[in-house]
């Protein structure tokens, strides 16, 4: 079965760095596309991003470009997310979401969910 | 962007009854040369992640109960739930991807009265 396991809680301090990862099963990684939405505490879900990964290539929403980073290992199946120069406002619950449908079909909404990283940023 | 407006903000609805949540784009999500509305539905129960219970608008996932339905096309969806369980109990988010960036709904929350 598809499952998608995301790296434990962070607590980092503002100014650090976060690296988030999403590993991914029981699937062809390569066909589908992986996003990935935040949910501050208490709020609803805010889409991030997401990478082709036939071709490594990642699409940023505005808000979410300079310090956010979305890369891949096909090698181990792997997303990830990074985060650098971490702010207080990043706080909250990272899910990467995987596509439900196949790449390339213009299509983007998300059938299989990793469990959420959070990542607290406090001094 | 387009915008996803929720109604309500919650509802409590006793349990065997039905639920109805609003969803309203600020713009239409209806792709006409294949007539698909290009919007889902979420499920979110406390301390888990969300769960994809409805796409193109009407299409049920898999594994989902027919209790939950989608209905609705262009810039107005609604997302009904005929009986409502004590499992139902939940945050309720639509999706549009029609176009980048994708944009959710702020969500709705169903409670038991």
């Known amino acids: 079965q598809v499952q998608l396991v995301q790296s434990g809680s962070e607590l980092k301090k503002p100014g650090a760095s976060v690296k988030v990862s999403c590993k991914a099963s029981?699937?062809?990684?390569?066909?589908?596309?992986m996003a990935w939405v935040r949910q501050a505490p208490g709020q609803g879900l805010e889409w991030m991003g997401w990478?082709?990964?036939?071709?490594?290539?990642?699409t940023y929403a505005q808000g979410f470009t300079g310090r956010f980073v979305i890369s891949l290992d096909t090698s181990v199946s792997t997303t990830y997310l990074q985060i650098s120069s971490l702010k207080a406002e990043d706080t909250g619950v990272y899910y990467c979401?995987?596509?439900?449908?196949?790449?390339?079909?213009?299509?983007?909404?998300?059938?299989?969910w990793g469990q959420g990283t959070l990542v607290t940023v406090s001094s | 962007d387009i915008v996803m407006t929720q109604s309500p903000d919650s509802l409590a609805v006793s349990l065997g009854e039905r639920a109805t949540i609003n969803c309203k784009s600020s713009q239409s999500v209806l792709y006409r040369s294949n007539n698909k509305n290009y919007l889902a539905w979420y499920q979110q129960r406390p301390g888990q992640p969300p769960k994809l219970l409805i796409y193109?608008?009407?299409t049920r996932e898999s594994g989902v109960p027919d209790r939950f339905s989608g209905s609705g096309s262009g810039t107005d969806f609604t997302l009904t739930i005929s009986s409502l369980q004590a499992e139902d109990v939940a945050v309720y988010y639509c999706q549009q991807y029609y176009s980048p960036p994708l944009t959710f709904g702020g969500g709705t929350k169903v409670e038991i009265k």
């Open positions: 979401a995987g596509d439900r449908e196949p790449v390339g079909s213009g299509s983007y909404f998300f059938g299989y």
């Open positions: 990478i082709n990964t036939n071709t490594g290539n990642p």
């Open positions: 193109w608008a009407s």
């Open positions: 029981g699937y062809t990684f390569t066909n589908y596309a």
